[in-house]
């Protein structure tokens, strides 16, 4: 089982706070992503600023796009991003349609598992050639008191095994990772508890530690 990467969501509210969460936490981490509140604040100028900064990073623009599958996805793919999303409510068309830009720059589209989906949406998503899910516990629910549990294990492990890279995020720290143990798991995604902590790098090396414990 490959280990899984690290990823940093960038959720700041400008360019300059981002690029000081990333002097200390790009040398520890796999993918940089443009967090979606990054996206509404600064837009593709954030894409380009970390691609030109961060040549041999994966970058991610999470757009959670749900329209103009092929104007956002030129946007920002042309700026440099290896990586986007779309929300998993989005028409087939709009994930047609970015991933046939994706494509276009080698890149790819993750589908951001929010609120109500089905797995039969999902085997559609396979067909149009989706490949990447995110697996999200959102701010709103983490801050509501959801926890991380069985049926969320259950529904990660069915992606896993219907063929999905599965990325999963919310609220994780380092202890929580263990419970993920023997699931292929692409990325472990962290914000807050990450830029946010008294030592990014230190944060970071400790997420990497019990990545490495437990794959």
Same mark, same amino acid.
């Given at each position: ?32 992503? !443009?967090?979606?509140?990054?996206? *509404? #604040?600064?837009?593709?100028? $954030?894409? @380009?600023?970390? +691609?030109?900064?961060?040549? %041999? ?28 999303? !779309?929300?998993?409510?989005?028409? *087939? #068309?709009?994930?047609?349609? $970015?991933? @046939?830009?994706? +494509?276009?720059?080698?890149? %790819? ?107």
């Amino acid at each position: 089982m490959q280990k899984p990467m690290l990823q940093v969501a960038l959720d700041t509210l400008d360019i300059p706070s981002a690029l000081k969460a990333t002097r200390a936490l790009a040398p520890e981490v796999d993918v940089l992503e !443009v967090g979606t509140i990054l996206c *509404y #604040a600064e837009g593709a100028r $954030a894409v @380009a600023t970390l +691609r030109a900064l961060y040549p %041999d990073h994966l970058i991610l623009a999470d757009l959670k796009a749900a329209d103009a599958g092929t104007t956002v996805a030129e946007i920002v793919f042309s700026q440099g991003a290896s990586w986007m999303t !779309v929300i998993c409510c989005a028409p *087939y #068309a709009t994930m047609t349609a $970015a991933l @046939a830009v994706a +494509r276009k720059y080698s890149g %790819d589209v993750q589908i951001e598992l929010y609120g109500e989906w089905t797995f039969a949406q999902a085997e559609k998503w396979l067909e149009i050639g989706l490949t990447q899910a995110i697996y999200h516990r959102g701010r709103d629910a983490e801050l509501a008191g959801q926890k991380w549990g069985p049926a969320d294990l259950q529904k990660i492990r069915k992606l896993a095994d219907m063929g999905f890279a599965v990325s999963v995020t919310g609220g994780l720290t380092p202890q929580d990772l263990a419970i993920f143990k023997g699931i292929p798991v692409k990325c472990f995604i962290a914000g807050r508890s990450l830029y946010g902590a008294d030592d990014p790098a230190q944060a970071a090396r400790a997420f990497k530690a019990a990545i490495a414990e437990h794959w």
